[in-house]
């Protein structure tokens, strides 16, 4: 017979930027268990504080100082905040690039030692969808997003090395309530799975720098974590449920990106500003 999880301590205070994007709304509720405060971060405006145990504060990650107020005297930071779709490089570079320097800088001088970055599949885009890869697999970024999150991955390995910043790199794939094509069949992480693997990010002893897919325990996935097995994320929710009316759409022509590339249409979009 096998005891009842045990619920962690909670941290005094949290940081969670993105707070007003659609995962962080999810996130703003899901987290209230591992923190006594939940400071809430995003450049646009969010719903005021529930009561003492959220703070709410708007902050435009492009600007350093902004940040490093933000970062003061929170125990760790769930890095969620960004341009969350793909845009020109222009509109990428202040938030997802400047931006994730910022909260490494901060975090550095505030002695954060535990920073959990929302990175992205679309680091490795690229790479086709009968490949399966791990964490150690070359980074094929499909797009200016997937650059901005393949250099925040490098961002996060040099401040381990240097100044000793743990940090999990999350690759998500496809967080939504529910799969919304084929390719999201392999690569859905539901609400639920996305929560445990931030509680694995957040409390695994010795994490370094690990680069874990963010990814639902689906029939036909095409990522593979040994290498962060030490996180000991256990999915419990897969795809499979949702089939009949995923498959119910129209089949994709068998050159669409959806259909090639793990990065989907990502691989596609743009070039910006030609016009």
């Known amino acids: 017979m096998t005891s009842a999880k045990t619920a962690p301590q909670p941290f005094n205070r949290l940081l969670l930027t993105g707070a007003a994007g659609g995962l962080g709304k999810v996130l703003r509720q899901s987290l209230r268990p591992y923190s006594k405060i939940l400071r809430l971060s995003d450049i646009s405006e969010m719903t005021p504080a529930l009561d003492e145990s959220e703070e709410v504060r708007v902050c435009d990650l492009a600007d350093k100082q902004a940040v490093d107020h933000l970062v003061e005297g929170v125990d760790a930071i769930l890095h969620f905040g960004g341009v969350s779709v793909e845009r020109s490089f222009e509109e990428i570079l202040g938030a997802n ?21 929302a990175s992205s599949n679309h680091v490795i885009g690229f790479h086709k969808q009968d490949e399966r890869l791990d964490a150690h697999s070359l980074r094929r970024p499909d797009s200016y997003y997937g650059l901005s999150k393949s250099y925040g991955e490098d961002v996060a390995s040099f401040y381990f090395d240097r100044y000793g910043i743990e940090t999990v790199s999350i690759r998500i794939g496809s967080s939504f309530s529910e799969p919304q094509n084929r390719r999201m069949m392999s690569t859905w992480l539901s609400f639920g799975d996305l929560t445990q693997l931030l509680e694995c990010a957040l409390y695994a002893p010795n994490v370094g720098h690990t680069v874990v897919y963010g990814v639902s325990d689906n029939k036909n996935v095409w990522w593979d974590n040994t290498f962060a097995a030490h996180l000991n994320y256990q999915p419990k929710d897969t795809s499979e449920i949702f089939r009949a009316q995923v498959e119910a759409q129209p089949m994709p022509a068998a050159d669409d990106p959806s259909m090639v590339y793990q990065g989907g249409a990502f691989v596609a979009s743009g070039p910006f500003g030609d016009e």
């Not at 910022?102 to 954060?112: D, F, K, Q, S, T």
Request: with cysteine.
């Open 97 to 117: 690039i400047c931006g994730v320097f910022h909260i490494y800088e901060a975090a550095r001088r505030h002695n954060v030692k535990r920073v959990i970055f």
